[in-house]
Structure formats: C-alpha cells, structure tokens
C-alpha cells in the first residue's frame, strides 16, 4: 500500500555529490538560479566555499493537477516555468519573490523569500505543502506531501524552509496554488511622505472590510524608478469580482490621488535595486510601521540614491543602498526592530544577539543536520 | 502514602494538585479515543507559568518522562500517559493580553480555543482556527496537534497563526521561539515546535496572530441524492476560483444521527449528503458570490440550497455540523474516529471506495469531513464488546487509510499520529524521513523525555534504541 514516492536520477546525483562532498571535507556553496548568494543573514565570506552546487538543472514539474490546486516541480524549475504551466489553467502561484521570476522554487522556499503578494497570500511558509531534500549526511528525506492539510510526522517541511540549505537542499516541493481571481487591479495613489501620513494609510488598511493582495508604500526615489512619478506612492493590489473591487477602489481612492504606471509595475518593483547594492529590511509590530519609515527615512537622507519601501500588513520596511561602499548607517534604535540583512554588499551590519538556548538549538539543528558543515558553511551563522 | 516523586511535586504545586490513586487517575486514562486506556503513574496539575517550569525542571533532576496534557480533547492517542507522569496545563487559562492595533493576542496553555475568539470579539477580532472540539480544546493541544477545524479552508491551520512561542524544555531551560515583534530571522523553530505533538517541550505562552472578523458571513445548505454529485459539486466550487470560509460534507447516517439528537440542525435526512458551504468577506460583492455557488451546486445536482444570514440560523446549521461526532453516541456504544487527506479530485473515487469496503465488511461509515481540504474523517459506530464486529472494523479501517495513501493522500490532516497513527508512518516515509524527525525530536528533547514512544515509531529510530529505558 505504499505510495513512497522514487527518489529521482536528480536528486539521487546531488545526494551522491553531498556524499563525496562531505568524504572530501569539500564545503559546497548551494545554489538555484545564483540571484540570493549575498544573503543568508550574516554571511561569513572568509568561509564561502569555492565549490558550488547547483540546482537549476534538477529542473520540471514532477505533479500537476489541476483540480488539486497544487503542483508539485523540481527545485531548480524556475516561478517563470511554473507561472506559465498554471496560466494555462487560469491559476497561480502566490510566491512572487523580490527579484525576478528567473529564481527557482526550490531557492524561494530554501530562503524563505517573500514579495508583495505575502500581504494576501502569505509568505513561503504558508504555502509550503512538502519537499524533498538532501541533508547534509547525503540522506534524501521528505516531510509533508502533496495535499492541503497534513500533519503526519514531525513539520520538515518549515524546519527546511528559510533554512537557506544549511540543514539539507531542497531538491523537490510541493506548494498550493490560488485561482487567478475575477478581477486583478494594481492602484497606484500617491500619498504624503511623513510618518503621520504612513500611519493614516496603514490605520486605513485595518479599517477596510476586505484585504487587498498586495500593498506596499515605496519612497518618491523608489517610486520614481517604478512608475515614474517622483512622488510617495502607495502601490495597492486588490482583487475579487466585479462588485468588490468597485467597492475596494473607492476605499482606496480616498487615500489620495491615483497616478499613472505600466503594466510591469509589479516587476519592476520586486527588481528595483541596481546590482551590487546593499539590501536589508527592519521589521516590528505593524502599528510601529510610522517609525520604521522614519528610520529609513533617516537613512535614505544620508545615503545617494537610496530607496525604500514599506509593506504595512506586515509591519516590514526595505531599504536600499545603490552605493555600498559609500553606505553611511547609523541603525540608532534598530534595536527596537528586527534587522534582516538580504544582501550586505560589503556592508558591516551589527552582530546579531541570540538568547543562548535559542544559539544551542541552532547548533544542535545543524550538527544533526549538517555536521561536518558540508552545506553552505559560514550561512545562517549568528556570530562571526 | 505519597511516593517521593509525589511529595516532590506536592511540594511544588500543592497535595491536591498531585493525583495518585487509581480512582484519581482513572479520568486521565484516555483522551478523546476512549479505545487507549492506560493509567498514567500520576498527575500533576501547575496552577501558573512558574509552577510549570518548577514541576518540569524536579522531573529532569529525576530524569523521569512526562505527557503534556491540554483538555484531554485529542483524537490519536496523544496525550495518553502510560505509566509515566502526566502534566496537566488546562489551570492555565488566563489571556495575557490582547493587542488589538496588531492583531496579536499573548495567552497561556490551558486558554480554551473558543474563548480567545468570545473575548477578542468585542473588538472586532477572532483567532481563525476552529477546531470542532473548540468548546473544550485549549490552544497549548492545539499548538502541540498543528489543529485545524472547518475555517482552515481559507485561513489556514494552528501552524499560520501562531507567530511565537515560549515553552519549557523537557531539560528545564526555558525559550521563546519565533519573533512577536517583526520577522523570524533564523530557523523557523515556530514551525518544527507547532505539530510537534507535545514530544519537543511544554508551552508555557503563544502569541497567536487575530484576524477581524469578516463584514459579511453567508452560511448555505445544499442537499444531494448521491454522495458523488455533492463531491463534484466541492470541485466545482472550489474549480472556479472561489475560497469559501468552510466547506463540509456530511453524509446520510450522519445527518440521521444528528437529527435524531438534541443538536438537530434542520439537515434533510433523506438526502445521501449535505454540503455546508460558508462564504465570508465584504458585503459589496458576497451576494454575487453566494448566487454563483447556489447556481454551481445545482447544476452538480443539488435538490434544494438554503442561505442562511442570520447568527441564530446559522449556528444552527453549524451546529449540526460541530456535534456530529457526539451525535454519533447514539447510533452505537463505541465510535472509531478516522482522519486522512486525500487530494480533492479524489475525492467522489475515495468516497466510492469506502462505500465499497464498507459494504464488503459490512459495518457503518459515517462520513462527515472538511470536503474543501480533501480531509476525510470517515467513522464507524460499532460495539467494542463484540470482538467478531471489531475485527471486521479494524479491517474496515485499515482498508480505508490503504486506499486514501493509495490515492495520494495522507494518514492524518488535523488529529495527528500520537498513538493511533504509528503503525501507518512506514507508509508514508521513508526510513531516512522518519530517522530525520528523530534527529529533530533529540534537538529538543535530547533525552527524548517529554510524551516519549509518540509520533514516530521506535523501531524507525535506530537512535532511539540506545535510549535508556526512562522510567523512574
């Protein structure tokens, strides 16, 4: 009666590959399609591996019915590959990542990347069904499966998402899928720069009878680079039938004044910052959003060409740095927030601090995981 | 006389707080599957958070196990304490607070689920996850179960809305998972802790995310002749794009057996199914929404549909729904609670194929599940005492699990494996998958202490049997 799915000839080369690796003492460097290899919080570089393993070409659909709402696609596939398999269909899949739809699957869910659309649908972690991986002792594992609700076992699944392959690489996953809804409309409404402004927008968003799909505050410099208008903007993406997004654009109309912009708005916003720049984002409770803005404001000021953008559901700010080696931080009361550094650039971010049965469980996590530090040494490291 | 252990504890949380008789413990020797009954060696019942540490803290000097148990409401056997201590959190209710500007809420164990969304209610709030039992089940089981309940179809389950988590370990050390106060920013040790089964520690305090309460809820009843039109009518629905709040099934016995008892609800019972179907969201555009699941549900072949909008009706239609277990009481003196997931377009050849070895060994299936999740909860009223009717049952059951893994699915979507389950994990993982959650079990719980022999079995865990044999 078993159903236990084949390791593939793919999966069962990567393993072999972790297998020599770790026979080698050969610390492997784990990538998809190589657009996150700045990230994994504190990055220890003197440590980053010159062996990479890649699994873009561990590449396809492996399961996809329609009618389950779920698909089921090799790490190295690419969101482009997946969204044009579901369109056909008229469905989605609600990871829209900042960056582009070259990255993988499997990096999106390994890192845990979250864009946009986290405000309706939220983040990688929600959306996670199952995966497959190799861990770090070249063992092929599974957790969760290919249905909506399961809960047999211990959760693999989120233990390996956000683990940025640190603890296995994910080879496989199985994520749910979302009707493309009746009506898709993105608004853009310019709105005024200050903190007290920030909060009318968000205090606006809890007052709403519905949840747009994606709302985000983007800085005039941010804004001008995405639809042109150099102006605060509030870019809001609502959705339903006819009827409720009538309803939902006169809610939002009364933020402000719509403004223009071109249909790949949304992408250019997730591809905002130029290469090479220094990325990171502060987060706490979302009614502390008006103060996050004005730390990044703060910021913005004394950096050129900064840009940064809010996402009020979430209580998260982003910034961006175009010129790390001229990068002027002074975080002052960060400590008040959550820092999470995407890319460092180059830049020395504080250490973080970490309650020390939280540091033991991590360690324990990777020597059972990863012990000899095979995979990704000197990534998701608290202290350098 | 007390034992040492007993004294020890006394100590810590009071002598009428520490259970040791037989007929003191005979309560606690079952959870919500009266089929397990073991006698746990005794009970410990903390009254706060300090207490639960000092108890948990003189267990690991003593290097005894322990079970952590909620409200007792579990439904696989996981809270069963067989001849170790069983620690009770259900004195642990209060909300700490409610933080209604973000949405979070901070509240001990032992809070019973409904009545964290009775007090976020006046302000505007409800906490998502229903789990059917919510009258009685407490948010620390829900946590340890990953729980879910009708509304998961479009909310999600335990595991997406719990934000943080302070539990005890079973060492006595004492930590906060996940990040109330922004993003996660290392492992997600919220989401290994959620689900975990009461095997990686005790918690002490979740900080759970609150969601406002929709502007409009519309409750509709759709009654059908056969049980695969009202199947093909969940795929329909759910085919063209619409996320109801809840969409459930319940079939024929079910219906009878319900209406038959003091939670009568108004379901037709000669219909081979009900489906009830909720929609929630914005009053602008509901009633279009609600006009095209009624024309849907027709064309599938419903007879009649009924849309209730008003609180008193719709309770009452939930109602029905909710108790159905405890209405199954009255058909036979025992029950066997199942639980699996099957992908949804299996479900009208599932449904098919438990009819079939339903008839072949000749017992009662009464289906009543989460149609819109694929999550099947097919169960069987039979009498214990009659060893020829619970052998053909068991055989029933163990049919039945084959076929939904058979169809893609898997053993459990919300009750977890506690138990109950154990025997059905070598079905669905690989020995390195189950290997792999022994290693994060030891993560935890090292001394593999807290709620031992649960989850994942022991002979899949070659680690676990160097485990020294950890009763006091």
């Known amino acids: ?384 | 006389v007390p034992s040492a252990l007993a004294s020890a504890l006394a100590a810590i949380v009071g002598p009428s707080r520490v259970l040791e008789r037989d007929s003191e413990l005979l309560t606690y020797s079952s959870d919500g599957l009266p089929q397990y009954n073991v006698r746990p060696q005794l009970a410990v019942f903390p009254g706060t958070r300090d207490e639960v540490i000092a108890v948990v803290r003189e267990l690991a000097a003593r290097k005894v196990p322990f079970v952590p148990r909620g409200a007792g409401t579990g439904l696989s056997g996981g809270a069963l304490a067989d001849g170790i201590v069983l620690l009770g959190m259900h004195r642990l209710r209060r909300i700490i607070s409610i933080d209604a500007a973000n949405g979070l809420a901070v509240v001990e164990p032992g809070v019973v689920n409904a009545n964290l969304s009775r007090a976020t209610a006046p302000f505007g709030l409800y906490y998502a996850p229903d789990p059917s039992s919510q009258t009685a089940c407490t948010i620390g089981g829900n946590v340890a179960e990953n729980a879910g309940g009708p509304h998961c179809l479009k909310y999600g389950v335990t595991t997406n809305h719990v934000v943080a988590v302070t539990a005890v370990l079973a060492s006595g050390e004492v930590v906060t998972l996940g990040n109330a106060g922004g993003e996660n920013d290392g492992y997600d040790l919220v989401g290994a802790f959620v689900g975990s089964e009461g095997c990686f520690g005790v918690t002490l305090e979740v900080t759970v995310r609150l969601l406002k309460l929709p502007e409009a809820v519309r409750t509709m009843l759709a009654d059908f002749m056969s049980i695969d039109s009202a199947a093909r009518a969940v795929s329909a629905i759910v085919a063209a794009g619409i996320v109801p709040a809840a969409l459930e099934m319940v079939d024929q016995p079910t219906v009878r057996a319900v209406e038959a008892s003091i939670y009568a609800a108004g379901y037709p019972t000669d219909a081979a199914a009900v489906l009830l179907i909720e929609l929630d969201g914005a009053t602008a555009g509901i009633e279009y929404d609600v006009a095209r699941v009624e024309q849907l549900v027709r064309d599938a072949g419903a007879r009649t549909v009924r849309t209730a909008t008003d609180p008193v009706e719709r309770a009452r239609l939930w109602q029905g729904r909710k108790k159905a277990f405890g209405a199954m009481g009255r058909l036979a003196p025992h029950l066997v609670v199942q639980d699996a997931v099957v992908p949804r377009t299996q479900l009208p050849a599932v449904l098919a194929e438990i009819q079939r070895i339903a008839d072949e060994t000749r017992v009662v299936v009464c289906n009543v599940f989460h149609a819109g999740d694929g999550n099947l909860h097919p169960n069987i009223p039979y009498d214990a005492n009659d060893e020829k009717e619970a052998s053909r049952v068991h055989e029933a059951m163990r049919r039945i699990m084959a076929a939904c893994i058979a169809a893609g699915g898997t053993i459990t979507g919300e009750h977890g494996i506690g138990v109950d389950k154990l025997p059905y994990m070598d079905a669905i993982f690989s020995p390195a998958s189950l290997d792999a959650m022994c290693a994060l079990r030891s993560v935890f719980d090292p001394d593999r202490r807290s709620n031992p022999q649960k989850v994942v079995p022991l002979h899949a865990c070659r680690e676990w049997f160097a485990a020294p044999a950890a009763r006091p």
């Open chain 1, 1 to 384: 009666m078993t159903t236990m799915l084949d390791v593939g000839a793919g999966t069962a080369a990567i393993a072999a590959r972790v297998c020599d690796a770790i026979d080698t003492r050969t610390p492997l460097r784990v990538v998809g399609a190589g657009t996150w290899l700045g990230g994994g919080l504190v990055a220890d570089s003197a440590r980053t591996p010159t062996e990479t393993l890649s699994v873009r070409e561990h590449a396809g659909i492996v399961d996809y019915v329609a009618g389950d709402f779920t698909i089921t696609a090799r790490a190295g596939t690419t969101l482009a590959e997946i969204a044009a398999v579901t369109a056909r269909e008229n469905q989605w899949l609600t990871l829209d990542p900042m960056g582009s739809d070259a990255g993988t699957l499997g990096a999106t869910i390994a890192t845990a990347s979250a864009g946009p659309l986290a405000t309706g649908f939220g983040g990688p972690r929600d959306i996670v069904l199952g995966l497959e991986a190799v861990t770090g002792r070249g063992a092929v594992i599974r957790g969760g499966g290919r249905v909506v609700k399961n809960v047999a076992g211990f959760d693999l699944t989120r233990l390996l998402t956000g683990a940025w392959g640190t603890l296995g690489i994910v080879t496989e996953v199985s994520v749910r899928l979302r009707a493309r809804p009746e009506c898709d409309e993105t608004i853009a409404i310019t709105i005024g720069a200050s903190p007290a402004d920030v909060a009318h927008v968000c205090a606006s968003l809890q007052t709403w009878p519905f949840a747009p799909m994606a709302m985000e505050l983007l800085s005039a410099s941010l804004a001008q680079r995405v639809t042109g208008a150099a102006t605060t903007v509030a870019l809001i993406r609502i959705s339903g039938n006819e009827r409720d997004v009538r309803a939902q654009a006169a809610a939002v109309d009364m933020l402000g004044l719509r403004v223009p912009f071109d249909a790949d708005v949304w992408t250019r916003y997730r591809s905002a910052e130029p290469t090479g720049a220094c990325v990171f984002r502060l987060s706490a409770p979302r009614t502390r959003l008006p103060n996050l803005w004005e730390m990044a404001t703060r910021i913005a000021a004394a950096n050129d060409g900064a840009m940064y953008s809010a996402t009020p559901a979430r209580g998260v700010v982003r910034c961006i740095l175009p010129q790390p080696d001229r990068a002027n931080l002074s975080l002052g009361s960060a400590n008040e927030a959550t820092l999470i550094v995407e890319q460092a650039a180059g830049v020395a971010f504080p250490a973080r601090p970490v309650d020390a049965t939280i540091g033991q469980l991590e360690r324990r996590l990777r020597d059972a995981f990863n012990p000899t530090g095979t995979l990704n040494p000197g990534v998701m490291v608290r202290t350098s």
